[in-house]
């Protein structure tokens, strides 16, 4: 059976799910806030120990004005109102992307979260936030000019490894298993985690992000379970 320590979400549907409602997306999204809860809940309970989620890309900043207002208002109100239970929870919260981008109160306040739960040792859930694997990879490799201006690189010994010490979270490992919800007809990756999923386990489900919890949940996990890894061996 195949180790399971990291599992990345793209959390897609809330809006499609409201309009399938007749109700305005922010309830899909509110609604979406239920299933973030449920999920980390039920990671806990399975033991894994990374729990990675899209929760807000770097294509979100096109969406209307209003919503993106919502978005970052409803962010703020989620890691305010989520921290003291994730935190009595030994949760260790953590964040990747262009931090600097999100709105002054939402980035008080999850930088108010990163500190209160630094020393937590359970479970360590990432949310992607103005965040863009393109993005990070344009940004590591500035990094990388920057140290190169300074000390020279030493480009022969430079490898695979050595590049991913420049990524947002060079300590986060690679995801065992991503999974996509409301996959219907969206059966792609979005931007998300492109260097760290090229041998990560890909499972897709309609299932719209505000109706997953624990089934689908288990239902991915034991999919991913009868699947075997090979990295380019044979079985």
């Known amino acids: 059976m195949p180790e399971l320590k990291h599992v990345a979400i793209i959390m897609d549907g809330n809006g499609r799910w409201a309009k399938r409602r007749g109700l305005p997306r922010v309830v899909g999204h509110r609604q979406g806030v ?130 991913a010490q420049f990524l947002y979270d060079p300590h986060l490992p690679e995801p065992e298993l991503l999974i996509r919800t409301g996959a219907e007809n969206r059966e792609r990756i979005s931007n998300f985690l492109l260097w760290q999923i090229a041998y990560t386990e890909i499972y897709f489900t309609k299932t719209l992000w505000p109706d997953f919890r624990d089934k689908e949940y288990s239902k991915a996990i034991e999919e991913f379970k009868r699947r075997e890894r090979l990295f380019g061996r044979v079985s």
């Open 34 to 163: 239920e299933s973030v809860r449920a999920i980390v809940k039920k990671s806990q309970e399975l033991g894994i120990k990374f729990l990675t989620l899209y929760t807000f890309s770097t294509e979100n900043w096109q969406r209307p004005k209003k919503e993106v207002n919502t978005l970052m208002k409803m962010l703020e109100e989620m890691i305010i109102k989520e921290t003291p239970e994730l935190h009595k929870n030994n949760v260790r919260i953590h964040a990747i992307g262009r931090l600097d981008d999100l709105y002054s109160r939402a980035r008080k306040a999850l930088t108010d979260a990163l500190a209160l739960t630094k020393n937590n040792t359970g479970l360590v859930l990432t949310l992607c936030l103005s965040y863009g694997s393109r993005s990070e990879i344009v940004d590591a490799t500035k990094r990388i000019i920057e140290q190169d201006r300074e000390e020279h690189i030493n480009l022969d010994a430079f490898d695979e490894r050595k590049f």
